[in-house]
T-cell receptor, first 112, second 113 residues
Framework: GENVEQHPSTLSVQEGDSAVIKCTYS??????FPWYKQELGKGPQLIID?????GEKKDQRIAVTLNKTAKHFSLHITETQPEDSAVYFC???????????FGAGTTVTVRA | NAGVTQTPKFRVLKTGQSMTLLCAQD?????MYWYRQDPGMGLRLIHY???????AKGEVPDGYNVSRLKKQNFLLGLESAAPSQTSVYFC????????????FGQGTRLTVV
C-alpha cells in the first residue's frame, strides 16, 4: 500500500517568514495530493490539494508543488501569521481508491 | 450546516468496559471513515464504509467494530477497552472516496484507565 513520509515533524518560524513542509510517497499510481490543517481541538480541514496533471497550485499565501518523477510534494506558506500555527498533514491517494494515506504531521509554530 | 458531528467529545473508560462512538453526517456522503490519531503517528484508518450496510477493515482494526445501518451514521464500538486504545478518534466522510475532499468531525478524546 501507499506510504507517505512527512518532514519535518516540527517547524518554528518567525512571523512573516516562509514555511515549507515536504512529503514523499511510494506508490507511483497516486494522483491526488491534499493538505489538511488541524487547529488545536479541531478536526483536520482541507486547505489545498493538487492532482498529478499539474505541477503547482497556489491559493493566496499557500502553494503546493508536485514532482511526480521524484515522488514528492511540498506545501509552501508565505508571509506566515500567528493563525498559521497548527498541525499540517499531507496525504496521497489514487483514482478509485477508497481512502487517503496520511503523513505523520508537522506541527508549525509561528513566533510573533 | 452541521457537516460531521461526533458524540461524545470526551470519555474516560475503565479497562474492560465497552462503549460506542457515534458519527453523523448531513452531506449525503457515501464514504465514511474512522481514524485514530496518536502523537507522531498521524491519522491511522480503523474501519471504513463505502455505503449504507457496508463496512471494511482499515490499517488498525483490532479491538474495534463498526456498523452503518443508515447512510448518515457510522458507529464505532469498543467491546472491551484497553489502555492502548487511549487516543483521539476522528470520523470523516467523503462523497466519492479517497480522491475527493474528506470532511472531519471535531474528534472524541478517549482515555482508558
Amino acid at each position: 500500500g501507499e506510504n507517505v513520509e512527512q518532514h519535518p515533524s516540527t517547524l518554528s518560524v518567525q512571523e512573516g517568514d516562509s514555511a515549507v513542509i515536504k512529503c514523499t510517497y511510494s506508490d507511483s499510481a497516486s494522483n491526488y495530493f491534499p493538505w489538511y490543517k488541524q487547529e488545536l481541538g479541531k478536526g483536520p480541514q482541507l486547505i489545498i490539494d493538487i492532482r498529478s496533471n499539474v505541477g503547482e497550485k497556489k491559493d493566496q499565501r499557500i502553494a503546493v508543488t508536485l514532482n511526480k518523477t521524484a515522488k514528492h510534494f511540498s506545501l509552501h506558506i508565505t508571509e506566515t501569521q500567528p493563525e498559521d500555527s497548527a498541525v499540517y498533514f499531507c496525504a496521497a491517494s489514487y483514482s478509485n481508491d477508497y481512502k487517503l494515506s496520511f503523513g505523520a504531521g508537522t506541527t508549525v509554530t509561528v513566533r510573533a | 450546516n452541521a457537516g460531521v458531528t461526533q458524540t461524545p467529545k470526551f470519555r474516560v473508560l475503565k479497562t474492560g468496559q465497552s462503549m460506542t462512538l457515534l458519527c453523523a453526517q448531513d452531506m449525503n456522503h457515501e464514504y465514511m471513515y474512522w481514524y485514530r490519531q496518536d502523537p507522531g503517528m498521524g491519522l491511522r484508518l480503523i474501519h471504513y464504509s463505502v455505503g449504507e450496510g457496508t463496512t471494511a477493515k482499515g490499517e488498525v482494526p483490532d479491538g474495534y467494530n463498526v456498523s452503518r445501518l443508515k447512510k448518515q451514521n457510522f458507529l464505532l464500538g469498543l467491546e472491551s477497552a484497553a489502555p492502548s486504545q487511549t487516543s483521539v478518534y476522528f470520523c470523516a466522510s467523503s462523497q466519492t472516496g479517497g480522491n475527493t475532499e474528506a470532511f472531519f468531525g471535531q474528534g472524541t478524546r478517549l482515555t482508558v484507565v
